[in-house]
């Protein structure tokens, strides 16, 4: 590898640089604050920034979005502490998902294939009822489908099954998720 050559290519980040620096020191310390717990202050603020914002969306504490003009999220989801949304593409979260703690969603990567670790971006997907559990990971591209589980502390590359649930790194399916008493 040659890191000294390496040049983000044609990637943008997707807003202007003042957009940026206002959000980074203004927006992003605002809705990662342990000092402000208030959810619809936090959802104001994303939307401010470009994200597309439902109703009934939960904020914990802690939780840190790279890019909030690149997040479509639906209603009723549950951002859980220390979230990390590093979205350098574009994260759409449908209705009733839940993000747990710790959770990490990751749009990027570089091609280990190239000497100058050209940077690679994919968006992700998290269709309607999925939960995705603490301490878990989902890469670059990845879509959960609907009702699928990852849980605690798993790692999923690639896609997963409706009404799936997944443990392990890779994530693997384990049994179907059946709801209902």
């Known amino acids: 590898m040659y890191l000294k050559n390496y040049t983000a290519g044609d990637y943008t980040p997707g807003a202007s640089f003042l957009k940026q620096l206002l959000w980074y020191f203004i927006g992003c310390p605002l809705v990662r604050s342990y000092w402000l717990p208030f959810s619809e202050f936090k959802v104001f603020l994303l939307k401010l920034f470009g994200a597309e914002i439902g109703q009934g969306v939960r904020i914990k504490p802690g939780v840190l979005i790279k890019f909030p003009w690149r997040l479509s999220v639906a209603n009723d989801v549950w951002f859980g502490e220390n979230l990390w949304i590093d979205n350098l593409a574009q994260v759409t979260i ?69 009404m799936t649930i997944y443990m392990g790194n890779p994530a693997q399916p384990m049994k179907a998720r059946i709801i209902g008493n």
């Open 94 to 162: 449908e209705s009733n998902v839940c993000l747990s703690q710790g959770v990490y969603l990751c749009t990027g990567n570089h091609s280990w294939r190239d000497p100058n670790f050209r940077l690679i971006t994919e968006p992700i997907a998290l269709e309607e009822g999925s939960w995705i559990a603490a301490r878990a990971v989902i890469g670059p591209g990845v879509t959960v489908k609907k009702g699928a589980v990852l849980g605690l502390g798993s790692v999923a590359s690639r896609s997963l099954e409706a």
